[in-house]
């Protein structure tokens, strides 16, 4: 790095942590009562989100006063690279507990209940409990469809989901293109890159969200639609909400690039928001193959 200053920064202490806290307690709090339909959902989830809002421009603040100040160095960077490499191998596991459950749904509670398999529990469970369900996938007719109305449908593969998947690898594309641009120090090709990547990403999130009005409205796909409405939304919801953050993330980096705050030795800020946003993608393509046609 540029900075020449040898001495590890330690930063000062803060309240943000605290307060991020606080509203990842009302977001999620809010959220389990939006489910319940209970009124008090609507404004902790509002309430949730306004602080972890006010926290995330806080403390893009404050990291971008720090860097700007010639206050790190290569063993700060160093500190940061693992951080956020941790930081995504968390996030790894977390869709995959999610993953597990789909999985385990699929190839094991589902057929278990048709009465597939050697074991005779499952024979017997199958013809004293259930004996008209089938082991099919997307599963619409739940074992119980009077306390859990299936779906009617969903949607196909090669439609929304198909298009959504080459706008999110196309947004991977310009993003690393942006990348070489910074390396190479050709500034406009850089801010064209990223402007293309935001672009990209609400086309993204706008399908999304018109897909979820689909589901909803056209094929009566909701969370209590059984396992699978459960898993898709709970799959798909999350990732939509880490392309969320990813996308707020670029802009902040865009807006920086506009301002030149990054050279082509020293901008560990876009490779990070680059590494977050190539994890998103990466997760889709699991999603498209596991959740859309498979």
């Known amino acids: ?45 509002f309430i949730g989100s306004i602080i972890l809002a006010a926290v995330m421009f ?38 995959g507990i999610f993953f597990g ?37 997307p599963l619409f007719n739940n074992p119980n469809p009077a306390a859990f109305p299936g779906a009617k449908g969903a949607l196909h593969t090669w439609s929304i989901p198909a298009f959504n998947t080459l706008i999110l690898l196309s947004s991977a594309v310009t993003l690393t293109w942006a990348h070489w641009s910074l390396k190479k120090s050709a500034r406009r090709n ?15 999130l706008s399908l999304q969200a018109y897909e979820y009005f689909l589901a909803h409205t056209h094929y009566g796909l909701k969370l209590s639609s059984g396992i699978y409405g459960s898993t898709f939304f709970m799959l798909t919801g999350f990732h939509a909400a880490h392309v969320t953050i990813g996308l707020i993330i ?20 876009f490779e990070a928001a680059a590494w977050y946003w190539h994890f998103v993608d990466i997760v889709w393509l699991f999603l498209f193959i596991f959740v859309y046609w498979l």
């Open 1 to 45: 790095m540029g900075n020449a200053n040898s001495q590890y920064y330690v930063p000062e202490y803060s309240k943000l942590p605290i307060l991020t806290a606080i509203g990842l307690f009302c977001l999620g709090y809010g959220t389990l009562n939006l489910l319940h339909a209970n009124t008090v959902g609507i404004f902790a989830f």
């Open 58 to 95: 806080m403390w893009f603040r404050e990291v971008i006063r720090e860097h700007r100040s010639g206050l790190y160095n290569e063993q700060t960077d160093r500190s940061f690279r693992w951080g956020m490499i941790w930081f995504i191998f968390s996030e790894v596991c977390f869709f």
């Open 101 to 137: 459950v789909l999985f385990y749904a699929r190839l094991i509670s589902v057929p278990s209940l048709a009465g597939v398999g050697t074991l005779n529990e499952n024979i017997l469970t199958h013809i004293l409990l259930w004996p008209n369900f089938k082991d099919v996938w």
């Open 190 to 204: 850089l801010i064209i890159g990223l402007v293309l990547t935001v672009i990209l990403g609400t086309c993204f």
């Open 250 to 269: 670029l802009i902040v980096i865009l807006l920086r690039a506009l301002k030149g705050h990054f050279s082509a030795d020293e901008h560990f800020g």
